[in-house]
Structures are given as structure tokens and as C-alpha cells.
């Protein structure tokens, strides 16, 4: 089961379509160091030796950490590994998320991941957008575009988008991939602390219609606690957790889905990953709604 990002481009990357997020492998509040060091290092290996080659991340996940746990974990990198990384965001040391998307901004966040993930081009950026502020969505996808051209992205994807938003970025240029979050129980926009995250239903169907694939995220953190009786009743039914039956249902969902589910347990990523095989009916999926 796999899926081709920028599938018409001179450059396509096809990846296992489960892939892994990292930004659980950090402390509380996504913050600092993990827990378990060499727990977190082992699910990475772990992952790619299970056959994950599509591993998410960001500069801004610990301050710093995740990137240096991969790039200590998995370099020198498979040939066949995609690692995609974030800019657009920073942490304040109280731990705030704010914007960090002006151009200068954006070229010292992509100079520090290729510093941090030991890498000389990065294979896709997603640019995350937590509210324009003074900067232009077209003032930011310029400097995305402007580093491509110059060797330093392959690909560009946008992050946190709504349907507007994507349609801007069409018509500025390439966008390989969207990262919203989406899960079974949660699909459209959600109000949190640092701000609104658009869903993933409300930009699906754009994104099937120009063949870019949808990265969803946090879809287990809250996806699990208000899926309510339906989810429980057909995991019953086919033997396996909640979580993993939101993953096999985010992969039934649309053939453009890739799933990303993170955790900073080495059980939990393997049981993840055996979601893979979940095989819904027809009549699961309509069950379901």
C-alpha cells in the first residue's frame, strides 16, 4: 500500500502509506528531552526497519529534538526514507507556539533543519500557517518556491490550511502534500489553546482532485475520546484497539490519506503499525459514516 507525492514532477516520492509522526518523541508539552533516550531512538529504528519511509518532524518539536533523535537514530538514511519537516512556527521559552514565517524567518528555519537532520536538500517542507499576521500567504509561499528553485527543498506542502488557503497556494505553484488534522471523530476545524486547526475532511476532496496526498495529524490524540460506541463496536468486531481501527478507517477513507500516527512507545508504534492489515468492508466504512 503505498502513495506517490508530486506524482507529475521530475522528482516523485512514493512512501508506505503509514508513516510516522514524531513530535510525541519529546517531553511534556512537546518540549525538551524524552523520557526514555534510548526507547525513543529504538522506535525510530524500529519503524524504519518495519517498513515506514515516511517519518514527519519539525525544528520546533522539542526545541531541536526530534531532528537530532532521527538524524542520531537513522543517518546515514535509507535511500528510500522521506523525512519532512515543518517551518512557518517557533517555541517561546514559555512554551508558546507563535509564528515565525517571514521570509528570513523561513530561510534560517530550513538552514537549521538541514544542519540538525545532517541533510543537504530536504525531500518535502511543509509550510504551516498559524495565522498570516503581517505576512502575506503569497510573501511566504515566495520564499518557500524561492528555496526550492534553489536546491535547498524538493518539494513544498502546506500545513494547518484551510480550503482557501489551499486554493491560494495552487495558484502560486507545486503543492506536493497537505498536513491537517483529521480523524475519525474529529474532520473539521477545532478551536485550541495556540489557536484553530482546520480539518482534513474540509480540504479532502481538493486534494484528491489534483492527486495531493493528505497528511493527517494527531488523529489518535483526539480522535479516541469522542469516536464514541460505532468505532468501539466494529474494533470489537475485528479484534483489534480503537486506535488502530481510526488508522485502518483513516487508510479506507480515501487512497489519497496518509496517516502518520506518533507515540513515544515502542508497543504502541508496533501496534500501529499492524493497522496496516485491518481490512474494512464496505459496510464497516458506511457503518461507520
Known amino acids: ?9 521530475a522528482h516523485p516520492l ?10 510525541r518523541l519529546t517531553g511534556p508539552d512537546i518540549w525538551g528531552e524524552p523520557a526514555n533516550r534510548a526507547e525513543a531512538l529504538e522506535i525510530l529504528k524500529t519503524a524504519v526497519a518495519s ?11 522539542g526545541e531541536d529534538v526530534t531532528n537530532r533523535l532521527i538524524a542520531e ?13 515543518k517551518v512557518g512556527a517557533t517555541r517561546r521559552p514559555d512554551k508558546s507556539w507563535v509564528p515565525f514565517n517571514t521570509p528570513e524567518n523561513l530561510r534560517a528555519s530550513i538552514d537549521n533543519n538541514l544542519r540538525t537532520l545532517k541533510q543537504e536538500q530536504i525531500q518535502l517542507v511543509h509550510l504551516r500557517l498559524m495565522g498570516h499576521g503581517p505576512v502575506p500567504l503569497e510573501e511566504q509561499l515566495g520564499a518557500m518556491f524561492a528555496m526550492q528553485q534553489a536546491g535547498k ?14 486554493e491560494t497556494g495552487l495558484q502560486l505553484g507545486p503543492i506536493a502534500t497537505v498536513e491537517n488534522m483529521y480523524s475519525y471523530a474529529q474532520r473539521t476545524t477545532v478551536q485550541l489553546p495556540h489557536g484553530a486547526n482546520p480539518g482534513g ?29 460505532k468505532l468501539a463496536e466494529v474494533a470489537r468486531k475485528h479484534g483489534v484497539t480503537e486506535a488502530q481501527l481510526n488508522i485502518a478507517w483513516l487508510l479506507h477513507r480515501s487512497p489519497m490519506l496518509l496517516p502518520i500516527p506518533g507515540t513515544s512507545q515502542l508497543a504502541h508504534l508496533q501496534e500501529n503499525l499492524k493497522a496496516a492489515a485491518i481490512q474494512l468492508s464496505a459496510e464497516d466504512m458506511a457503518f461507520l459514516g
Open 1 to 9: 500500500m503505498t502513495i506517490t507525492i508530486a506524482p507529475n514532477s
Open 14 to 23: 512514493t512512501v508506505s502509506r503509514l508513516g510516522y509522526g514524531t513530535m
Open 51 to 61: 517498513g515506514v519511509n515516511f517519518i514527519d518532524t519539525a525544528d520546533y518539536y
Open 73 to 85: 537514530a537513522l543517518h546515514p538514511y535509507p535511500a528510500d526514507l522521506v523525512i519532512c519537516t
Open 153 to 166: 527543498i524538493l518539494h513544498v506542502g502546506l500545513s494547518n490550511v484551510t480550503r482557501a488557503e489551499l
Open 201 to 229: 475532511e474540509e480540504v479532502l476532496d481538493l486534494c484528491e482532485q489534483h492527486g495531493i496526498p493528505l497528511i493527517p495529524f494527531f488523529s489518535l490524540v483526539h480522535g479516541l475520546p469522542k469516536a464514541g460506541n
